[in-house]
């Protein structure tokens, strides 16, 4: 079964920077940033392939984010530059793992983002940009 524990938001000024961070465990196929601002559906940010590396923007998010993931300490990050108030969200790690698992049960996807179906959540972490 996949845990996610998000660390990392908080409160800077446009043109800023932050870096969120995800620790990880159990396998999975794909790893991913989610946000969701007030009023408005979740959109997938980032993501990455966890066999081969590869990566996945937004539109909005290419040139300003970069998303990485530190295999030893199984920590995902998304590095966030040139912050704008748009950014301002709700942004969630997630993870494409199999659907069913002994200790977890079955466990359906809930949203795409790239090549993979995403089917855990972590708690969320709180990212406000001001002007």
């Known amino acids: 079964q996949v845990q996610l524990v998000e660390s990392g938001g908080g409160s800077v000024q446009a043109g800023g920077s932050l870096r969120l961070s995800c620790v990880t465990s159990?396998?999975?196929?794909?790893l991913a940033w989610f946000r969701q601002a007030p009023g408005k559906e979740r959109e997938g940010v980032a993501s990455?392939?966890?066999?081969?590396?590869?990566?996945t923007y937004t539109d909005s998010a290419k040139g300003r984010f970069t998303i990485s993931r530190d295999n030893p300490t199984n920590t995902l990050y998304l590095e966030m530059n040139t912050l704008k108030p748009e950014d301002t969200a709700m942004y969630y790690c997630a993870a494409s793992a199999p659907s069913f698992s002994w200790s977890g049960g079955y466990r359906p996807s809930t949203a795409r983002f790239g090549r993979c179906d995403y089917n855990y959540w972590g708690q969320g972490t709180q990212v406000t940009v001001s002007s």
């Open positions: 159990g396998y999975s196929y794909c």
């Open positions: 990455i392939e966890t066999e081969g590396g590869m990566t």
